[in-house]
T-cell receptor, first 117, second 117 residues
Framework: AQKVTQAQTEISVVEKEDVTLDCVYETRDTTYYLFWYKQPPSGELVFLIRRNSFDEQNEISGRYSWNFQKSTSSFNFTITASQVVDSAVYFCALSENSGGSNYKLTFGKGTLLTVNP | DTEVTQTPKHLVMGMTNKKSLKCEQHMGHRAMYWYKQKAKKPPELMFVYSYEKLSINESVPSRFSPECPNSSLLNLHLHALQPEDSALYLC????????????????FGDGTRLSIL
């Protein structure tokens, strides 16, 4: 069975601080995809990034950066110079084959990030 | 604005009522999903439709009945719900359900907040 662990339940920072959200996963698949989603209080899950199991390049998009390390099965997410608008629940997810040609996402429990002014 | 539209945004119903949740996307996606999300929990997959056919039912009680009238629409019919069914119901879509579906990010709607009295 596949598993995604987000050990940090809640994180609180002051605006402009950097913050890293941890994600550790378990899978027996050799081909898999990892995702990060943001869920603001409005409810919608917003797709942030996708990473496949063969691409360990780190990625930077504005204030966001992701560190994928296959050796430690981790896919961590860093927000640089955090802003109040970054306050949300962040989910890490693993795409798994659920039989035949079907697949589904396994979500971590999420990390609630609060950025205080 | 989200590209997956869900209606209504809020719904309050009694345990004997019959209601429907609606989801619409015009991105040409051929996979559509229903998730249930309780407070402070990750989304839980309920159903997956691939090319308008039900491909995954995560052992959901029969009081929830999904329907996919065409490639753009997904409904969830509700009947005789229980108080524990109160939750945020999220609809999502992705480009391909099979094969390459493993890598496709799912696009979520804002959800319907359902309260059962």
């Amino acid at each position: 069975a596949q598993k995604v662990t987000q050990a940090q339940t809640e994180i609180s920072v002051v605006e402009k601080e950097d913050v890293t959200l941890d994600c550790v996963y378990e899978t027996r698949d050799t081909t898999y995809y990892l995702f990060w989603y943001k869920q603001p209080p409005s409810g919608e899950l917003v797709f942030l990034i996708r990473r496949n199991s063969f691409d360990e390049q780190n990625e930077i998009s504005g204030r966001y950066s992701w560190n994928f390390q296959k050796s430690t099965s981790s896919f961590n997410f860093t927000i640089t110079a955090s802003q109040v608008v970054d306050s949300a629940v962040y989910f890490c997810a693993l795409s798994e084959n659920s039989g035949g040609s079907n697949y589904k996402l396994t979500f971590g429990k999420g990390t609630l990030l609060t950025v205080n002014p | 604005d989200t590209e997956v539209t869900q209606t209504p945004k809020h719904l309050v119903m009694g345990m004997t009522n019959k209601k429907s949740l609606k989801c619409e996307q015009h991105m040409g996606h051929r996979a559509m999903y229903w998730y249930k999300q309780k407070a402070k929990k990750p989304p839980e997959l309920m159903f997956v439709y691939s090319y308008e056919k039900l491909s995954i039912n995560e052992s959901v009680p029969s009081r929830f009945s999904p329907e996919c009238p065409n490639s753009s629409l997904l409904n969830l019919h509700l009947h005789a719900l229980q108080p524990e069914d109160s939750a945020l119901y999220l609809c999502a879509s992705s480009p391909l359900p099979t094969g390459q579906g493993l890598s496709q990010p799912q696009h979520f709607g804002d959800g319907t907040r359902l309260s059962i009295l």
